[in-house]
């Protein structure tokens, strides 16, 4: 019994933490994007790719969250649960990373404004904290499936 309330905590904290940084990432990124439109409307499609960018560490969150409810059984030893939870964890705290990720989204539609040649260089800028969301799912899957 302990090992399915270790792994339903772990299941909340991948999907619930990485939910709450996407949705910020995405809002300060958005009110960015208006601020821009409201001078040039040719940049709302570039704005909207910009604002969508920190929805990635939701998406890893929701396949880790979905790994482990998928494994989770009411007889579930405590071990099992403590790795569940420790996934749940690893993905939580790293999905986290598009709040950080917003001021360099935000600089970059502002960039983008000015000088559009500049727009995949900061999409590029933009997706280098996605690699901190990529590892925490990576070690997430490896302790689920492990």
Do not use: H
């Not at 570039?46 to 979905?66: C, K």
Request: neutral net charge.
């Amino acid at each position: 019994m302990e090992g399915f309330i270790f792994a339903t905590i772990g299941a909340g904290l991948a999907v619930g933490l990485p939910a709450l940084g996407s949705a910020i990432g995405s809002g300060i990124a958005g009110a960015s994007a208006s601020g821009v439109i409201a001078e040039k409307k040719e940049m709302f499609v570039t704005g909207l790719i910009f604002e969508a960018l920190p929805q990635t560490a939701v998406i890893f969150g929701f396949v880790i969250a979905v790994m482990i409810v998928g494994g989770i059984k009411e007889d579930l030893s405590l071990l099992a649960g403590i790795k569940m939870l420790g996934a749940g964890i690893a993905m939580g705290i790293a999905g986290l990373t598009p709040v950080a990720q917003a001021s360099v989204l935000a600089a970059g539609i502002g960039s983008t404004a000015r000088a559009p040649a500049t727009k995949v260089n900061n999409i590029v800028y933009a997706a280098i904290p996605d690699l901190s969301v990529i590892m925490g799912f990576v070690v997430a899957f490896l302790l689920i499936s492990g």
